[in-house]
């Protein structure tokens, strides 16, 4: 099943703006993760923020962590023509406990030269 | 850094025939690998997780009996699709972790694009 929410579920901007994502889960954590699929693509791993940190840098990307709201972000700086892709953040555990990397709904992410 | 290599990375089959998917870890040991299935659009719905040397442990919905998984070594994991049907046209995709590094991300295969005609 979904783990949870990924809102917009589709954002198209200007090269050069900044990208903003938004999570939400449902269950406890450990960490939460974001990752990037090109189209007809695997996933690449992005950044993972633990369920203890607020906030995450790793060169244009920044990530928050709300463990009160169950939500994160993943917000993209001066975006390029290259980010154009399909974002996923994940969760790594299931309602038990139980070790799973469980999907968001993803946003899809265009970026207009 | 750790890599998974996942082949083929694209398959068309008949209706009834099945398909072998393998993903391998290339540079880490890996106990545990996920299945993973997506739909045109859709997000990534885990289908099992696959443990060496035991049994494959199958997410609600998902018939084991179609679905066979087998992880006979620390570094290869496969997926085959039996009596396949249109309807499996998917995207499967394997990942698994390194847990050597501490990072904590999964890596994950390039994905296999099955059609069955």
């Known amino acids: 099943s979904q783990q949870g929410e990924e809102d917009p579920q589709a954002l198209s901007i200007q090269e050069g703006e900044n990208a903003t994502m938004n999570c939400s889960y449902k269950t406890s954590i450990n960490n939460l993760q974001w990752y990037r699929q090109n189209s007809g693509r695997g996933l690449v791993h992005l950044i993972l923020?633990?369920?203890?940190?607020r906030e995450k840098h790793s060169g244009r990307l920044r990530v928050t962590l709300d463990t009160s709201k169950k939500s994160s972000s993943l917000l993209i700086t001066a975006s390029r023509a290259a980010d154009t892709a399909s974002y996923f953040c994940a969760t790594d555990r299931d309602n038990f406990g139980n070790e799973k990397l469980t999907f968001g709904t993803g946003t899809r992410l265009t970026i207009i030269p | 850094g750790a890599v998974v290599s996942q082949h083929p990375s694209w398959v068309i089959c008949k209706s009834g025939t099945s398909v072998k998917i393998e993903c391998r870890s290339l540079?880490?040991?890996?106990?545990?690998m996920f299945w993973y299935r997506q739909f045109p659009k859709q997000s990534l719905m885990l289908m099992a997780t696959?443990?060496?040397?035991?049994?494959?442990?199958?997410e609600q919905g998902v018939e084991k009996d179609k679905f066979l998984i087998n992880h006979a070594s620390l570094t290869l994991s496969t997926l085959t699709v039996t009596s396949a049907h249109p309807e499996d046209s998917s995207f499967y995709i394997c990942?698994?972790?390194?847990?050597?590094?501490?990072?904590?991300?999964?890596?994950f295969g390039s994905g296999t694009r099955l059609t069955v005609v």
């Open positions: 923020i633990r369920s203890n940190e």
């Open positions: 696959s443990n060496e040397g035991s049994k494959a442990t199958y």
């Open positions: 540079d880490f040991q890996a106990t545990t």
């Open positions: 990942s698994a972790r390194d847990y050597r590094t501490g990072r904590g991300g999964y890596t």
